[in-house]
């Protein structure tokens, strides 16, 4: 039987105390013990900031990966052996920014991943400028008269783009959570989980507090329906995004279940040695 402590690493945790991001950690790790995943079937790839850091402290295997391109990395793995769970995971800066054309194209194609976006509003390494998720008017170190660009709407942009599973977290509700991270890791295809997870050193706007007071819980709202498209995104237009729980979810088959070169044995698993003159017959045809 595994246990949370299966999960955990030595490694001293470099986030500053209250980040948020130790809620998002303490959830992910819940996911994978209750999902009965041991730490050699599941591979993180993480992105540059402090979110990346969350591979660090989590026992499995961890490509901490170059900014903005966790989404490829991790369709590579989970191609190459579909047979890890593969959590791609990273900021908001690190996703919707310098890794948006990623991210539409990850959507797209539908692999089955689960991507974590720690959405702090802010770049919390590099110490305080806008995000691609910050708010209008926002007083940061890169805008000190206020931001003046509309936020991008992460969950609506999803849903848009054809996902096939968005959900929206709490980084103090960790037991929530957990449970939409499980579901993420179940669902077939990718799952995107944008989580709501405050940096208490640089943004003293969107705190603990006021998400308590914004987020609307849909998991309990008994009339709304994850599986109906137009109506997830009335929500999302109605409440700007302000919700937490299980906003869509639609069956669609993923990507390796449409390309014929995956759907017998993972890559890993197959023979691809060529015997050498055939490799030179293969070369003379490309000169
Ligand atoms: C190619 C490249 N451009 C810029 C940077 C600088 N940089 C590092 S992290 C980061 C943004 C961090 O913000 P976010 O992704 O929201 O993560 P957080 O630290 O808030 O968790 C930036 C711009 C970099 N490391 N590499
Ligand atoms: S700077 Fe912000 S995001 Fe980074 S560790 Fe500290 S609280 Fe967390």
Known sequence: MLKLADFKTNEKSWWC????????????????????????EVAIVAGIGCSGKIGNYINC???HVVHGR????AMGLKLANRRLTVIAAGGDGDGYA???NHFLHAIRRNVDITYIVMDNQIYGLTKGQVSPTSGVGFVTRSSPHGNIERPVRPLQLAIAAGATFVASGF?????????????????KGFALINVYSPCVTFNKVNTYDWFKETLINLDEDPNYDPTDRAAALAKLIETDEQ???????????????LFPGFREEPIVHQDWTMPPEEFE???ARYR
């Not at 209250?18 to 995943?37: E, I, M, S, T, Y």
């Not at 980084?171 to 669902?187: N, P, R, T, V």
């Open 17 to 40: 105390p209250g980040c948020g991001d130790f809620g998002v950690l303490a959830a992910l790790q819940r996911a994978l013990v209750d999902l009965g995943k041991p730490p050699h």
């Open 61 to 63: 295997y961890n490509f």
């Open 70 to 73: 966790t989404l490829p990395t």
């Open 98 to 100: 310098i890794g948006g």
């Open 171 to 187: 980084s103090s509700d960790i037991k929530q959570l957990a449970s939409l991270i499980k579901q993420g890791i179940e669902h």
């Open 243 to 257: 919700v937490r729980g299980l906003v869509y979810k639609a069956e669609q088959p993923s990507f390796e279940e």
């Open 281 to 283: 017959k293969l070369l």
